[in-house]
Every structure is written in structure tokens, then in C-alpha cells.
């Protein structure tokens, strides 16, 4: 529950829509809220900068958090990017230098308003928390401080497109439709007027789709080291407050970034997903606006607040759940590590050994045996979503079905609980028949009733073994030593419960599969290891002060035209061997009464598999959104459409622009891509 505020220190004025102009002509539009007195009493400024539409998409968020801050003495510039929103220009890819170079030139024109005293910080969530650290690595001269939120350091490996070398199947397609279906959309007529039809058009004229650029820089390439800060840490030496939770995408860079910059660090990971955690779902919530407060008052204000004494790292360590398609809250508790790497963590070994008898996990190495499997195509549909927004269908189900279509290691019952902190890591021995081929690795939890619940996974692309720059063939027949990584989590094991190591050449719902049909041979014993981050409970863990309970500024108000709508269904058709996934998301109709605007967002995603065949998978995702205030009626469609050969990817867009009901715009694209050892 948030506890509302309508009363700060400093009474605060808004400016809706405000122009910042550009060195090249064109504006930047931005949402500005300011403390009363700030141009006799000039305060230190916060700057968020992002592609969401502060006129609508984000007005609803913006209007529970800008306010807050505004009223503790900052001035918050929450500013359209070129070509989105309201701003002009165009909008042609993510992180592109020309970002990075508007948002240093827009820090530069915030430090010399007469409201800003020249000291300027920058935060934002998803997008915003990428620019943040991007920007930082430019070291403009005002910025003195980051809190970046939800966003990674390493665009290749941990972003929506790929990890371990594998095309991510559930993120890359639908978050590419997001951006194709939103990119050209118009701007408010009441901010610009009657431009904004030419606008309109100019936008819908320019849109490409992200897709087939994506898909067409399959390694790591120069495309992914721009704009991954980590590529060179040293180059941020501003503050930097990093945050994020381990139901969302972006956690894996919390403990990288702790450990790889040398500037003053902080890092928070709670049970959230891809959220504020002042709106923490899943729970519990936490008084971020206040925590923020605290950072940005120490080194904006330069007020000593406490923020630095306290340890680097602060987690939600999550208690063991039964699989459930939504969790409001996750029990748990709270830890701190001074910093990070931990010196509360030890990495404790586990081997993965398996004779005739079956497979099991332990402490010792059994004598080497051989395990072979042949993967299945559909494996990997019940692993839940990479980055969760709080919606049900999104978590991981019971992992017992999934369990039985991999090579699963069980250990003991455990005799004592068991806190994992960190990145698991598995080291494989294995040989593939086939050139190309990836392993995919769950970490589960089992439950004495045998219920198997998902800690973490991870996958690598085989060819991607040493290097994700330069990928080779495997040797079919030959013997490799690979390590996977996992992602990051928090989490205790009770005893009694046991812990399952499962591998596989196939995860549908994470990872396009392997061109052909593959079966993987492991080398078990001395070289198949579970690495297990383990941390040792701490005493002072109980003597953390709690965070206080969350706040937020007045929300909007809003009418609800149509009650949003989720349905996510599994199909098998037992005679031709076909599974299909479909997604429906309907995020309903929203009415907002200060503007008069509605607008609605609709999409749906079919994922179509053969038990046997790779490249009969085909994934489609439709989206549709629309704005509407009085007589003004525009909606936008988009129908995008993914499938392989064992040489090539095959892309498919449609995109239908209408006015009222007359269509306006409607173009088709159509890619061909090689396929380069995915």
C-alpha cells in the first residue's frame, strides 16, 4: 500500500510542456516540475530522458513520483526523446550516439536555467537507466551523481536481443513490435498544433524495423559495444546508485557494475520486477522516493544524510514459493554485504554425476559416465518470462514435466538451509553430434513432494564457447569443457528441500533453437559442476533498519474505458506433434480526464513448434494501439512474423496507419538474413 502525499517542504509549479532547443534547430519537449522559488532560490535538477511519451505512456507514473522529488527542493526535467513524443526529429534506434549527444547538450542547457544551480543528476528505469550510465561515461561537466534503474551495462548479453550467443525468443520479436508499433506515433495536437499530422507522417515515413537490425548483428560486434558501459568502466566516474529486482530483466549488471567501477557505489536488488520499487510488484513495496531523497541530497545537496556509511549492497534474499502464475509479494529478508564481490559468499562445489542407475548431484565426483539426450523443441514453455512488468502468466510454473525432458541432477535432501547469492555457475563436459548446438541450464529447487521450483537458468550458444566476437563450429563427436553462467539471484533453499541441476539443447521460450535436431553426450563426474554462491547469514543482516514505507505523490486521475486482459494458453495437438503458445494482452482503454485523452494498446503472440523439427518454429506477434481526444482518431497496426531455415532468418512486417477509420499509411517489409552459427 502507498501512502499518498500532497504536502512537501517546497509548494512546486509544473510546466507541461516546455521546448529545449537543440545546437541543430530542432526541440526537445519536456515536462518540467519546480519548486516555487526556484528561480530566487535555484536548486540542483533531475534529469530523466526517454522515449515514452510524457504526454500519455508515462504521465500516469510521472505524476506519483516527479511531483515528490519536486517538493524536496529538485528541479525534474522529464524530456521526450528526439523524434518521440513530443519532440521533433526522428527516432531510428536505441542508444545511438546522437542520444547520447541531445542529452549532453540538454544537461548543458538545464545547469544554466535560472532555476538549476548548475548541479545536475540523472535517473530514469529501463531505457532511462541505459542513457544514465551511457551518458555518465561522457562525463558532462554538471552531472554529479546516476541512480539508474532496471537497465544493464552490457547491451549484448543482457539486454532483450541475446544471452550466451542465443537469439532471445520471448524478448526480441514482441519488444521490437513494442518499439515498430510506438516509434512513429504522433505527437499531442495540443503541444504542437497543426504539425503534428505532418509530424505524423514524417514518423510513419522513417519507421524501420528494429528487428532485422537486431537479428542481422548476431555476435558482438561494434553495433553492442557502443553504449555497454561495460567496455570500460573508468569512464563513469560520477556516483552511482544502482537498482533493480530479481523478477526483472536487468540484475545481472548490479553485481558487475559494484565490482568493476572505482568511484563511490551502491546497488539494491529487491523482489520486484520491472517497476519502481515504490510500486514493488511483487511486494514488498519499499520507500524508494525516500531512499532516492537520501542519494540525491548527499551528493547534490552535499547533505549528510548516512547514505555512504551503509553497506554497498543491499538484497531481498527470496523464501521458497509454491509456482504460481503471479505472486504479489515474495516473502523474504533483507541482507547487506559491505561490498562486492562479498566477503560473506563462498562458492561452494557440487558434481554432477550420473551412472545406470540415474543422475545425482554431490559433493564428491563419481566416476566418469556418459549421458546422452536428444532435445526436444518445445522444452522450456513452463520457464516463465525473462523480465516480468507484474502481469500473471509471466513466473516460472512447476519444473517437474521440464525436468523429465532434460539430463536432471538431484541432490540430497539438504541438511541445512542454504542462501545463494550471486551467479551460479555450471561447467560442462560435453560433445555435440551436430556443428551448431547450445545447452540451456535450470536451477531448481525441489520440494520434499517433489514440486520443482525455478532458482535461475542460464544458456550459451556452443559456438559461442570462446568468444562471443568470433564463434566457431564444434567437432561433432568432440569433447568440450564450457562454462554457463546463470543469472543473478537471491534465494533460500530450506533444508529438507533438494537441489536439481537440469540440462538441455533446447529452450524454446528463452532460446531460437539450433538450426537441426541436436543431442548433447555429458562427461559427468569430475567435469560437470554446479559453482554455488552460498552466503554465510550474518548477524548485523538483523540489525538493518528497514525501509520506511513507500510514498507517492497525487496519481492521476483516470477513467477506465475497457478492463485490461491477460490469457496465456498452451496447446498440443497430439497427432502432428505441434505446441502452440499464444499471449494475448489487451492493456485495456484508459481515459485521462485533465487532457481528454484515451488511448488503448493491444497485442498477441503465437510461438508454433514441432516436437521433432527446429526450423518448422514460427513466432507472430500483432499489436495495435490508438489516441483519441474528440474528433482526433488515429490508430496504428502491426503484424511481425519470425522464422528460420538451417541458413537464413526470415522477417515479415506489416504496419497500417489510420485517421479516424480512412487508412493513411500502410507499407510491408520483407528480410532475409544469414544465419551466422545460431
Known amino acids: 500500500m502507498n501512502h499518498l502525499r500532497t504536502e512537501f517542504p517546497s509548494p512546486i509549479r509544473e510546466i507541461e510542456n516546455y521546448w529545449i532547443p537543440l545546437a541543430d534547430g530542432n526541440r526537445i519537449a519536456a515536462r518540467i516540475w519546480l519548486p516555487e522559488n526556484a528561480e530566487n532560490e535555484p536548486v540542483p535538477a533531475i534529469f530523466e530522458y526517454i522515449p515514452y511519451r510524457k504526454s500519455d505512456y508515462t504521465s500516469v507514473r510521472d505524476a506519483m513520483r516527479q511531483p515528490y522529488l519536486a517538493g524536496h527542493g529538485y528541479a525534474i526535467v522529464r524530456a521526450d526523446m528526439r523524434g518521440s513524443g513530443d519532440s521533433d526529429g526522428l527516432l531510428l534506434d536505441e542508444y545511438l550516439p546522437q542520444e547520447q549527444d541531445d542529452a549532453v547538450e540538454i544537461l548543458a542547457w538545464i545547469a544554466a536555467q535560472p532555476w538549476c544551480n548548475g548541479v545536475t543528476g540523472m535517473t530514469g528505469i529501463s531505457w532511462g537507466g541505459f542513457n544514465s550510465l551511457q551518458v555518465a561515461a561522457r562525463r558532462p561537466p554538471s552531472l554529479k551523481a546516476i541512480m539508474p534503474i532496471a537497465c544493464t551495462d552490457d547491451r549484448y548479453h543482457d539486454d532483450v536481443h541475446y544471452m550466451g550467443g542465443c537469439l532471445l525468443t520471448a524478448q526480441m520479436l514482441p519488444w521490437a513490435t513494442v518499439m515498430f508499433t510506438y516509434n512513429p506515433a504522433p505527437p499531442d495536437p495540443r503541444h504542437v498544433g497543426e504539425r503534428w499530422r505532418e509530424m505524423w507522417l514524417a514518423r510513419l515515413e522513417a519507421n524501420e524495423p528494429w528487428a532485422a537490425i537486431w537479428v542481422s548483428h548476431q555476435t558482438r560486434d561494434s553495433y553492442w559495444r557502443h553504449g555497454s558501459v561495460c567496455e570500460d568502466y573508468s569512464a563513469i566516474e560520477v556516483?552511482?546508485?544502482?537498482?533493480?529486482?530479481?523478477?526483472?530483466?536487468?540484475?545481472?549488471?548490479?553485481?558487475?557494475?559494484?565490482?568493476?567501477?572505482?568511484?563511490?557505489?551502491?546497488?539494491?536488488?529487491?523482489?520486484?520486477?520491472?517497476?519502481?520499487?515504490?510500486?514493488?510488484?511483487?511486494?514488498?513495496?519499499?520507500?524508494?522516493?525516500?531512499?532516492?531523497?537520501?542519494?540525491?541530497?548527499?551528493?547534490?545537496?552535499?547533505?549528510?544524510?548516512?547514505?555512504?556509511?551503509?553497506?554497498?549492497?543491499?538484497?531481498?534474499?527470496?523464501?521458497?514459493?509454491?509456482?504460481?502464475?503471479?505472486?504479489?509479494?515474495?516473502?523474504?529478508?533483507?541482507?547487506?554485504?559491505?561490498?562486492?564481490?562479498?566477503?560473506?559468499?563462498?562458492?561452494?562445489?557440487?558434481?554432477?554425476?550420473?551412472?545406470?542407475?540415474?543422475?545425482?548431484?554431490?559433493?564428491?565426483?563419481?566416476?566418469?559416465?556418459?549421458?546422452?539426450?536428444?532435445?526436444?523443441?518445445?522444452?522450456?514453455?513452463?520457464?516463465?518470462?525473462?523480465?516480468?512488468?507484474?502481469?500473471?502468466?509471466?513466473?516460472?510454473?512447476?519444473?517437474?514435466?521440464?525436468?523429465?525432458?532434460?539430463l536432471s541432477f538431484t541432490s540430497a535432501p539438504l541438511s541445512q538451509p542454504v542462501d545463494i547469492l550471486g551467479n551460479p555457475i555450471v561447467t560442462l563436459t560435453l560433445a555435440a553430434d551436430q556443428p551448431l548446438a547450445l545447452v540451456a541450464v535450470r536451477l531448481c529447487d525441489v520440494t520434499p513432494t517433489g514440486e520443482s521450483r525455478l532458482i535461475s537458468w542460464g544458456q550459451l550458444n556452443l559456438t559461442h564457447r570462446e568468444s562471443h566476437a568470433y564463434p566457431t563450429p564444434l567437432e561433432p563427436g568432440r569433447q568440450y569443457q564450457v562454462k554457463v553462467q546463470l543469472n543473478v539471484m537471491g534465494y533460500q533453499v530450506p533444508a529438507g528441500h533438494r537441489l536439481r541441476v537440469a540440462v538441455s539443447p533446447t529452450y524454446a521460450r528463452h532460446a531460437w533453437p539450433s538450426p537441426v535436431p541436436v543431442t548433447i553426450t555429458l562427461f559427468s563426474g569430475e567435469g560437470c559442476q554446479l559453482h554455488l554462491p552460498v552466503r554465510r547469514p550474518q548477524p548485523s543482516d538483523a540489525q538493518l533498519l528497514p525501509f520506511p514505507p513507500a510514498e507517492i505523490s497525487a496519481p492521476l486521475p483516470l477513467e477506465e474505458k475497457r478492463t485490461e486482459f491477460r490469457q496465456q494458453t498452451i496447446t498440443y495437438d497430439v497427432i502432428n506433434g505441434v505446441t502452440v503458445l499464444k499471449i494475448v494482452n489487451d492493456s485495456g482503454r484508459v481515459y485521462l480526464p485533465d487532457n481528454g485523452l484515451e488511448w488503448d494498446e493491444w497485442s498477441e503472440e503465437t510461438l508454433t513448434l514441432s516436437d521433432d523439427d527446429p526450423v518448422a518454429m514460427q513466432q507472430r506477434v500483432q499489436m495495435r494501439i490508438a489516441y483519441q481526444r474528440g474528433e482526433w482518431h488515429i490508430r496504428m497496426e502491426t503484424d511481425n512474423h519470425l522464422q528460420a531455415d538451417t541458413t537464413h532468418f526470415y522477417l515479415t512486417h506489416l504496419f497500417n496507419a489510420y485517421e479516424g477509420n480512412t487508412p493513411v499509411f500502410s507499407r510491408s517489409w520483407s528480410y532475409k538474413i544469414p544465419r551466422h552459427l545460431v
Open 239 to 406: 556516483p552511482v546508485y544502482v537498482v533493480g529486482g530479481w523478477a526483472d530483466t536487468y540484475n545481472n549488471c548490479i553485481p558487475r557494475l559494484l565490482a568493476g567501477l572505482n568511484g563511490p557505489r551502491k546497488g539494491l536488488i529487491g523482489p520486484w520486477a520491472h517497476t519502481f520499487p515504490e510500486r514493488g510488484t511483487p511486494g514488498p513495496a519499499i520507500g524508494f522516493l525516500q531512499e532516492s531523497l537520501r542519494w540525491w541530497d548527499y551528493w547534490l545537496k552535499g547533505i549528510e544524510t548516512g547514505i555512504m556509511d551503509e553497506p554497498m549492497l543491499r538484497c531481498w534474499i527470496q523464501e521458497s514459493v509454491p509456482p504460481a502464475p503471479l505472486y504479489e509479494t515474495r516473502p523474504g529478508r533483507w541482507v547487506a554485504d559491505p561490498t562486492w564481490p562479498s566477503p560473506y559468499v563462498t562458492e561452494q562445489v557440487w558434481f554432477l554425476n550420473g551412472d545406470e542407475r540415474g543422475e545425482w548431484l554431490s559433493d564428491a565426483a563419481a566416476p566418469t559416465h556418459t549421458l546422452s539426450l536428444r532435445g526436444r523443441q518445445p522444452h522450456g514453455l513452463l520457464s516463465g518470462e525473462w523480465g516480468c512488468y507484474g502481469s500473471p502468466g509471466e513466473t516460472a510454473l512447476n519444473q517437474q514435466s521440464s525436468d523429465g525432458e532434460a
